[in-house]
């Protein structure tokens, strides 16, 4: 749904953004400590965001500054550093693939090891199953917490929802349904 | 419809945002777009409702502002059709969170949603609800998901345990409706369910304990007998990673078991066998095993004790750590910091394995390895580490210098052995990274020095050679300044020289070159500046052949822009020219610094001196049994472990702190406020008490002008210098008169000070709350000429290990009082003393000396999401306010 490419730089706003925050006092971020995921971020190499999806509260500025500070931590990091950056006393778990990199944050005591599995069960959902990224992310976590660890279950899951709107679209665009509204 | 209208499509919008040049130009296609959706908004225009939303989504994504778009979302959720509130759903939970009001008005779609007729529609409603709930939703919509928990279509169930997970979460209180349902998944056979269930029970133990009673009673077997059926399944290829049979679930029974087992002898007893079984069999060359192998080794360690197991357990942990992995490496650093308090013999095996992780490349591998080697040091091993750190300091990175440091001076204060080791240490520190070290180290250092009276000639040679070595390293050459200034004779004569240093000669000529160089270095700044003023009067005293000489440098300042520098230079200066009969009583050595109240006064003040990690390291074993009867020790031991603030009665403020001590050591001066208003006061102070009563104007005054609430950086040796001398309150009048320092403190009359000293009049701090969770403590001032009012202060800690949330305090007084709250300076206050909440309150009070001040407080905080309210009254306000 929404596509995964796009080319120009976000810095598009980041000045506006600067300089808010220079007048703003910094701002406190707030999560609630005993989820497992907080949110998911894919970042592009060049610091575009793909995905976000957020499973703790934070207002448009929070998002905004967390999407900045960890897209300059993560993106500078050589290869073949270990996969996990601290950051405001939580861990962030990256992995790339490709030229996209996924970001999961979780608490400092979680599981990082299996983080990295979660974030690889997701690729290769996406790669089995063409789809939009959103969706397959909402039959994989649920409140920061996963939901189904078969990557099948997942791909048919969303496949049938796809195929619902597909039936949808096509009964709008029929003869018959255009007739029956105009008549209505 | 408009089959020509503007709208673009959502590729050619993105296409048109890729192709900005400019923030301009990006940010004036986005309002394009933001006006079209809007006007097709108001239009009520079915047809695009799907692509608005989606490039909203787009927008905000980029950061801009969406809150129109959210009526829109909502509009779609309450549509009939699937495709609707498919992308209604999805746009909820990218625009809106919990704490929008907007959120409400969908509690009833989605209550329709989940009961609607179509799994999928309902599949949607309760993604939705457990992303972004609030407790209000959870609280209406817990009865229908508490129904989907039995559910025909096992993929609802399993959706259902989440969004259960978040409902418990949100509101604990309806824990206990979900036990029974969320034991029964237990037993279910379809993966999905079963992961999601044990996740649901897992949270169910963690908010009720009533759930963890009857979960270890009823589940304990059957869910060790799950796991078991799952290590020994044959290979499924829908759940396979890497040869490993659904890890996921794997992990998540560990973790409900290791939940059952802690704190629960037969509990931990039952699953002995199958930890074990992980422990050994699980295949570790692949990162799926070694993230089962991670979790059997967390619940070895949490459960009841079994000595056999965690011999298993620590042997996983250093295979870990000699893996070549980094992401294993790292972990396994991690765990040796939680294992250290069930074993740390067992740790200390690997020192030099984490010592070299120290030194890796990788960022995230160097800062945890040298959390754990500052949790490994002790009176053993100190020499040892420290030295190995330091040398490191040397070629560390930039960046990772100040972590570094921070963390040996640490380590050196609180085990330093003997004074010479620690001098030394912080010498090669303060030579390597001088630029580094935080304020109250140095001057702790200095404190130090002074008290060490048989060390002062070797220091100041060690110093005098090290600044030779670094000019650049300000700290270094302050504290080098300081010594000079001191103990510069003794770099000339060779005092108290020890057998281990190698002999030098340095003469009158270049001490003071030393000086010269400090004083006209571009780095130096203006406390730098100030204490070499300081230290060249002191030398004139000293070395008469070279009065001249320091007397042009001296002059040379007096043009100076810099208020503090000129005012001192021209003081300075005639002091040297007109007063030479007090000079050499004013120029004496500075008597010894009083190291208790100085640690004290640290302890109190800044209670994260010893580094964030206080926080874990309070209840970890190392550093016990400390020689108490080395002073020294004790003194530099702020990181105490089982005494994080032991000065209750002083609060964060260290400016009101100190006011208050100064004003009562005996206040006897007002005055030159105006003037004092640097960083530096704190060095006038110590010249001050150098000299005795002649000055003890001097530091009045500090106290004065720190009461004025200059915005300086107050060096903590102020107070504790102000303190030390406990000064009997000197007659103003004669003092002024008969002083040959009038031309120094000209202009300032005692009615002034009189007013002074009435309005300031010192109130002790008080604690004025306490509870097992949180500490309040409260500061007292008066502004100058309104006794009715009072400046209160009022400081919050954490006592306990989790951070406090939404923090909101409020107070409430009697009719003859008014009251006025300032914001807060924070709503989170993190764990452990580890930082503070400062409040300002501004209460008036009309009966001011008949009655006295009284007030009821309440504080609302959230702990781990729980909200929690405490109450109490104030009564013990000191009289007088």
């Known amino acids: ?184 | 419809m408009n089959p020509f209208s503007s709208e673009t499509r959502l590729r050619d919008m993105i296409r048109a945002i890729r192709a900005c040049k400019t923030a301009a130009e990006e940010r004036a296609v986005v309002r394009k777009e933001c006006a079209t959706i809007r006007a097709s908004v108001s239009d009520n225009d079915n047809d695009y409702k799907h692509r608005n939303l989606a490039k909203l989504m787009f927008i905000h994504m980029l950061g801009y502002p969406t809150h129109f778009g959210q009526m829109e979302c909502l509009k779609l959720i309450a549509a009939p059709g699937f495709p609707d509130k498919r992308i209604g759903y999805l746009g909820l939970m990218l625009l809106l969170d919990e704490r929008q009001e907007v959120l409400m008005l969908v509690t009833n779609s989605l209550k329709q949603d989940l009961n609607h007729t179509n799994q999928y529609i309902v599949g949607l409603a309760l993604c939705a609800l457990g992303n972004i709930s609030s407790a209000e939703m959870a609280r209406d919509l817990a009865p229908e998901v508490e129904r989907l928990l039995l559910f025909r279509d096992p993929n609802i169930r399993k959706k259902a345990a989440l969004c259960s997970i978040r409902i418990i979460k949100k509101v604990p209180d309806l824990a206990e409706n979900f036990v029974n349902s969320a034991a029964a998944l237990l037993k279910e056979k379809h993966h999905g369910v079963l992961l999601t269930g044990v996740q649901l029970c897992t949270d169910l133990c963690k908010v009720s304990p009533d759930a963890l009673e009857y979960i270890r009673k009823r589940c304990t077997e059957g869910l060790v007998k799950l796991l078991k059926d799952v290590v020994n399944s044959p290979y499924v290829p829908e759940y396979d990673v890497s040869g490993i049979a659904d890890p996921f679930l794997h992990i998540r029974l560990l973790r409900l078991l290791r939940v059952l087992g802690h704190g629960d002898a037969d509990a931990s007893d039952c699953m002995n066998d199958i930890l074990a079984q992980v422990a050994s069999k699980t295949e570790s060359n692949k990162n799926a095993g070694n993230a089962i192998l991670y979790e059997c080794v967390e619940t070895i360690m949490s459960i009841e004790d079994n000595s056999g197991l965690r011999v298993l357990a620590i042997n996983i942990l250093g295979r870990f750590l000699s893996n070549r992995d980094n992401n294993i490496r790292y972990v396994a650093l991690n765990m040796l910091m939680r294992a250290i308090t069930v074993d740390s013999q067992a740790v200390q095996r690997h020192r030099a394995t984490i010592l070299e992780c120290v030194k890796d490349s990788d960022a995230s591998i160097r800062k945890r390895a040298l959390e754990l080697v500052y949790l490994l040091v002790n009176e053993n091993n100190v020499k040892l580490l420290t030295k190995d750190l330091i040398d490191y300091l040397e070629i560390s990175d930039q960046e990772f210098k100040g972590d570094l440091t921070a963390k040996i001076c640490s380590i050196v204060e609180k085990f330093s052995p003997e004074k010479i080791w620690y001098i030394d240490q912080m010498l090669q520190v303060l030579s390597e990274a001088g630029n580094y070290v935080k304020d109250e180290v140095w001057h702790a250092l200095i404190v130090v020095i002074s008290n060490a009276s048989n060390l002062h000639g070797y220091t100041v040679r060690l110093l005098y050679r090290a600044v030779q070595k670094s000019v650049d390293q300000e700290v270094l050459v302050r504290v080098a300044v300081w010594c000079i200034g001191e103990y510069g004779d003794m770099l000339v004569n060779s005092v108290g020289t020890l057998g281990i240093e190698e002999p030098i000669t340095v003469t009158e000529s270049d001490t003071v070159d030393v000086l010269e160089t400090a004083i006209k270095h571009h780095t130096s700044d203006l406390t730098t500046r100030a204490m070499c003023l300081i230290a060249l009067l002191k030398l004139s005293c000293r070395f008469p052949s070279c009065s001249e000489r320091i007397q042009d440098i001296i002059v040379q300042n007096k043009g100076s822009l810099v208020l503090e520098l000129q005012q001192r230079s021209i003081e300075f200066n005639s002091i040297i020219q007109k007063h030479q009969n007090i000079r050499s009583a004013l120029c004496e050595r500075m008597p010894v610094l009083d190291e208790s109240s100085y640690s004290i006064r640290r302890a109190g003040s800044l209670p994260a001196v010893a580094s964030s990690l206080q926080g874990s390291a309070v209840t970890l074993p190392n550093g016990v049994a400390k020689p108490s009867a080395a002073p020294l020790v004790d003194l530099l031991d702020l990181s105490s472990d089982d005494a994080p603030v032991p000065a209750p009665s002083q609060g964060n403020d260290f400016l009101h702190d100190l006011l208050g001590v100064d004003l009562s050591s005996g206040l006897s001066q007002a005055g030159t406020n105006q003037t004092q208003k640097s960083g530096t006061d704190a060095l006038l102070d110590l010249l001050s008490i150098g000299t005795a009563p002649a000055s003890s104007s001097f530091s009045a005054l500090d106290g004065l002008s720190l009461g004025q609430g200059t915005d300086t950086s107050i060096s903590a040796l102020s107070g504790l210098a102000s303190t030390s001398t406990a000064m009997p309150a000197t007659q103003p009048s004669s003092l002024v008169g008969n002083s040959p320092m009038v031309d120094l403190l000209n202009g300032f009359g005692p009615s002034e000070q009189i007013q002074a000293e009435e309005n300031n009049a010192a109130y002790p701090s008080i604690v004025a709350f306490e509870s097992n969770n949180l500490k309040m403590t409260c500061n007292f001032s008066k502004q100058p000429g309104n006794l009715q009012s009072t400046l209160i202060e009022a400081n919050f800690i954490n006592k306990s290990s989790n951070v406090y949330t939404e923090f909101i305090f409020q107070a409430a007084v009697p009719k003859f009082l008014q009251l006025h709250l300032d914001p807060a300076s924070s709503n989170t206050l993190p764990a452990s003393g580890d930082g503070s909440i400062t409040q300002k309150l501004r209460v008036t009070n009309s009966q001011h000396g008949k009655k006295s001040l009284v007030m009821r407080i309440r504080i609302a905080y959230k702990l781990n999401n729980k909200d929690v309210l405490e109450q109490g009254q104030i009564s013990n306000f000191p009289h007088g306010l």
């Open chain 1, 1 to 184: 749904m929404i596509p995964i490419s796009r080319n120009n730089k976000n810095s598009g706003h980041l000045f506006p953004l600067i300089q808010r925050q220079i007048l703003s006092p910094p701002l406190i971020i707030i999560i609630p400590s005993s989820k497992m995921i907080h949110f998911v971020l894919l970042i592009s190499r060049q610091g575009k965001v793909r995905l976000t999806k957020w499973y703790s509260p934070y207002s448009q500025k929070e998002r905004s500054k967390v999407i900045r500070e960890l897209s300059s931590l993560i993106l500078t990091r050589a290869p073949r550093l270990c996969n996990f950056v601290e950051w405001r006393g939580f861990k962030v778990v990256y992995k790339r693939y490709a030229s996209l990199y996924f970001c999961m944050c979780i608490n400092q005591d979680d599981n990082e090891l299996e983080v990295l599995e979660i974030i690889h069960h997701y690729v290769e959902i996406l790669d089995r199953y063409f789809g939009s990224a959103y969706f397959i992310l909402d039959e994989i976590l649920i409140a920061g917490e996963l939901q189904e660890s078969s990557k099948k279950t997942v791909a048919r899951l969303v496949a049938a929802q796809d195929s619902l709107v597909e039936a949808a679209k096509e009964q709008a665009n029929s003869v018959s349904f255009i007739i029956s509204q105009a008549t209505k």
